[in-house]
C-alpha cells in the first residue's frame, strides 16, 4: 500500500491549509486512518484520526476547534483541513493507516503500520 500526502507548503499565521492522503495499492474501506506531524528536534505526536466510517473522529487538544480530518473512501484520500494556524503547527504532516480494520480508533503511533513520506507545513508568524 501507498499513502501520498500532499498540500503542504508556506502559509502566514492565521491562514488555512488542506492536506490530503491519497491511499493506493490497498483499500482504505475499514480501516481507521490518522494523521502524525513531528516537528524539528521533536518527537513525531500525534495530530487527529478519523474512524473507519467517518462517525468518529478525535484530536490533540492543541488543534481541536481548528482543524477537521474527513475521509473519502470512494476517492480513497483522506484530508486534514486546518484553519487558523500558528507557528507552532510547524511540522512535517504524516498520514497513516491502521494496522487491522474495523479496529479501536487509537491515537498511539504503533496503531499504525503504513505511513505515507510526509508533507511540511511551515506556518510563518
Given at each position: 500500500v501507498q499513502l501520498q500526502a500532499s498540500g503542504g507548503g508556506l502559509v502566514q499565521a492565521g491562514g488555512s491549509l488542506r492536506l490530503s492522503c491519497a491511499v493506493s495499492g490497498r483499500t482504505l474501506a475499514g480501516y481507521n486512518m490518522a494523521w502524525f506531524r513531528q516537528a524539528p528536534g521533536k518527537e513525531r505526536e500525534f495530530a487527529a484520526a478519523i474512524y473507519w466510517n467517518g462517525e468518529l473522529t478525535t484530536y490533540m487538544d492543541s488543534v481541536k476547534g481548528r482543524f477537521t480530518i474527513s475521509r473519502d473512501n470512494g476517492k480513497s484520500t483522506v484530508y486534514l483541513q486546518m484553519n487558523s494556524l500558528k507557528p507552532e503547527d510547524?511540522?512535517?504532516?504524516?498520514?497513516?493507516?491502521?494496522?487491522?480494520?474495523?479496529?479501536?480508533?487509537?491515537?498511539?503511533?504503533?496503531?499504525?503500520?503504513?505511513?505515507?513520506?510526509?508533507?511540511?507545513?511551515?506556518?510563518?508568524?
Open positions: 510547524t511540522a512535517v504532516y504524516y498520514c497513516a493507516r491502521d494496522k487491522d480494520r474495523f479496529s479501536t480508533l487509537y491515537s498511539r503511533p504503533t496503531s499504525y503500520d503504513d505511513w505515507g513520506q510526509g508533507t511540511l507545513v511551515t506556518v510563518s508568524s
